[in-house]
């Protein structure tokens, strides 16, 4: 039986060690049938379809392993603040006033647009409304773990915390099996924001749904100040003292583990996702990943929400990524290109249990890959891809985008929904959110 689908061309970057200066990757029923050298390509009947880089390098899709997605409309809103005040006088009034089913599904549309263009074909997303994002993602034809917000004090769409598991349900109950490519999880705010009780009926629900929930984990002084004083504990001996840190997938930020903590997650295999150009920008500190990587904690990369980051390409996280730990080491061969690379790609998809299904171009793997633009000064010239992706390349240099098979994004076109009518109605909602005057 003939592929569906061959992108051509080159130089092709399937994974860690699979490297073609001419590659050639076939596609059929949204999985990868063979990915390896255009000459080794020798299929019993020609391709439907041939898709022909003309020279662009041909990648995986990133993954990208913790955002908020609609928090595209507090894009720079609130910036150059200390993270307790951004959060506590800015964005969660500004969320109190504005964020709705509407607003989320409007907006996730958004962030879905921006991340498909600058390469992330698969997104773990964690906000309020979430069956409004399950839609959006549902739309847009995107992978993505779309995980209901979890918080002790009101928050939108659920007025009255105490029910806010009855919200829980219903969307995990909502998202079964509605779209092929989204599913659902669940997304403790934190060990400070959350109480004992509701961590552990988080982590219950998720075991009961088979859902994976996530947490941020470590990610100020603050947090580290608050957690020993209140319960003597650093947060992930905290969940450990719970009887719940095995049961999480992964935590978000890691900036401030110590050793004990790092070797704590690595026995209990949770991972961390770290979002490292978010935590310069709110001054957190940055997560150690050589350090977490040395004591066998599973460490993947996300670009965390638009109000702190505050774009959502993974290419540009991967810049950070390499330069944070290369600063913070006072190394330049602390985490090298491939390395860094291969953090967005396995370490991401482990983080968020997709390992063997995404991050990598091989037999079997979802058919989810990113073509870049061949013809640009600062791609010129490319002797080494991995390097390229790391230390050159923008999200804009995007070109086409397929996940499970199918084209979503061609000549840098997003094809499955109008993304000038999302930004424009996302423009005329930002316009209220700065109010008269602005
Ligand atoms: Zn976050």
Not at 72 to 96: C, K, N, S, V
Not at 176 to 193: D, E, I
Not at 400 to 409: D, F, I, S
């Amino acid at each position: 039986m003939a592929d569906d689908l061959l992108v051509k061309g080159g130089p092709l970057w399937a994974g860690v060690g699979l490297s073609w200066s001419q590659g050639a990757v076939a596609v059929k029923d949204g999985l990868v049938t063979y990915a390896g050298s255009a000459d080794g390509y020798q299929p019993p009947a020609p391709p439907a379809k041939v898709l022909d880089s003309q020279g662009g390098l041909i990648l995986p899709g990133l993954v990208n392993g913790h955002t908020h997605g609609a928090m595209t409309l507090f894009r720079g809103l609130a910036d150059d603040l200390p993270l307790e005040a951004w959060l506590h006088q800015h964005i969660f009034p500004a969320e109190a006033k504005w964020v709705n089913p509407e607003m989320v599904e409007l907006c996730t549309l958004l962030a879905a647009g921006e991340m498909l263009l600058s390469g992330t074909t698969t997104v773990c997303d964690a906000y309020f409304c979430m069956t409004a994002a399950a839609r959006a993602y549902g739309q847009v034809g995107m992978r993505a773990i779309v995980c209901q917000g979890v918080l002790d004090f009101p928050a939108p769409g659920v007025p009255d915390p105490g029910q806010k598991f009855a919200v829980c349900r219903d969307f995990l109950e909502y998202c079964q099996g509605r779209w092929p490519l989204v599913s659902a999880g669940l997304f403790a705010h934190s060990c400070y924001t959350c109480s004992p009780a509701t961590l552990q009926e988080t982590s219950r629900l998720a075991a009961e749904h088979g859902v994976p929930w996530f947490t941020h984990l470590s990610e100020t002084v603050h947090e580290i100040y608050t957690m020993r004083q209140r319960f003597g504990a650093d947060p992930a001996q905290h969940l450990a003292n719970l009887g719940i840190l095995e049961s999480l997938k992964a935590g978000v930020h890691g900036v401030w583990l110590d050793a004990e903590e790092a070797a704590l997650l690595a026995r209990a295999g949770v991972g961390i996702i770290a979002c490292q150009e978010s935590e310069m920008k709110l001054a957190s500190g940055t997560c150690d990943i050589p350090g977490l990587l040395a004591a066998g904690v599973t460490v993947g990369l996300g670009t965390d929400g638009a109000a702190s980051n505050n774009d959502l390409s993974m290419i540009g996280e991967l810049g950070f990524a390499s330069r944070a730990a290369k600063l913070d080491t006072m190394d330049p061969t602390a985490l090298s290109a491939v390395q860094t690379l291969d953090l967005a790609l396995t370490g991401s998809a482990r983080c968020l249990g997709l390992e063997g299904v995404v991050g990598r171009l091989a037999p079997g793997f979802a058919a989810d890959l990113v073509v870049l633009q061949a013809l640009a000064p600062h791609l010129t010239p490319m002797y080494d891809p991995a390097s390229a992706l790391v230390n050159q390349c923008r999200g804009a240099d995007v070109r086409h985008v397929l996940v499970a098979g199918r084209q979503v994004v061609a000549d840098r076109q997003v094809l499955t929904f109008d993304l000038r009518e999302v930004m424009a109605r996302v423009r005329g909602l930002a316009r209220q959110v700065a109010g008269p005057g602005a």
